[in-house]
């Protein structure tokens, strides 16, 4: 099991425990929250959106004119010369470049508009497969309950009942097992009820980037 759980085999011995039903205590809006801001694809998504964004900038910022101004000072012999100084003032105005400019504005514009697109996809995605799982853990607690507060309790006492009335030669064997095998598939259909309920719980803990046990 260690090799293939990618363990060394110093590691401690993997050791096998009951399945317990894990309670939520968070409900939907908590957990989508929790996705929008821990869920790697909406987060990769909503960096792709931010980049076209600064790209966006700076196409704006070759629009408008790029103004500089140096200061400069020199000092030779104190005897002969003056010191020197020197101030320019320039600007480089964009009038040549506006029909390579506006492309490629538009360009960046469509380049956000299709990486926003792509984030509002991804979300709803996310949402939604975050929202079956959420019902899926809502059913499967409601049945476990039904399971543990009403049918299995009522089937064990039918069998323990059905052992007496075997004992004491007042029901056959046959009625008997068939107690014990309704017991049997109403305990199996409760272990089974669980393991949904804990994956579904898993793949909630997956989407939303939060431990919920």
């Known amino acids: 099991m260690k090799q293939l759980l990618g363990r060394t085999q110093t590691s401690p011995d993997l050791v096998v425990e009951e399945i317990v039903e894990t309670p939520v ?3 939907f809006d908590e957990l989508l929250s929790a996705a929008q801001s ?11 959106v931010d980049r076209q964004k600064v790209a966006i900038e700076i196409a704006k ?3 408008y004119p790029d103004f500089n101004a140096q200061f400069m000072w020199q000092r030779t012999d104190p005897s002969q010369y003056r010191a020197y100084y020197q101030f320019t003032f320039g600007a480089r105005i964009p009038i040549y470049h506006k029909k390579k400019q506006q492309p490629e504005l538009a360009q960046a514009e469509i380049d956000k508009a299709r990486a926003q697109s792509q984030l509002e996809a991804q979300s709803q995605e996310v949402s939604s497969i975050l929202r079956q799982e959420c019902v899926s853990v809502e059913k499967s607690a409601e049945l476990l309950k039904i399971y543990r507060d009403g049918l ?6 039918e069998l323990q009942a059905g052992f007496a009335a075997y004992q004491s030669n007042r029901q056959d064997f046959q009625a008997l097992l068939t107690s014990f095998l ?6 199996q259909e409760y272990w089974q009820t669980l393991s949904e309920h804990e994956t579904a719980l898993g793949q909630i803990e997956e ?3 939060v431990s919920l046990r």
């Not at 299995?152 to 006492?157: G, M, N, S, V």
């Not at 309704?182 to 305990?187: A, F």
């Open 182 to 187: 309704d017991v049997l598939k109403l305990d």
């Open 207 to 209: 989407l939303a980037g």
């Open 61 to 63: 910022k070759d629009f």
């Open 25 to 27: 205590t968070r409900n």
């Open 152 to 157: 299995l309790p009522q089937a064990r006492a």
């Open 38 to 48: 821990n869920n790697p694809h909406i987060s990769g998504a909503q960096k792709s």
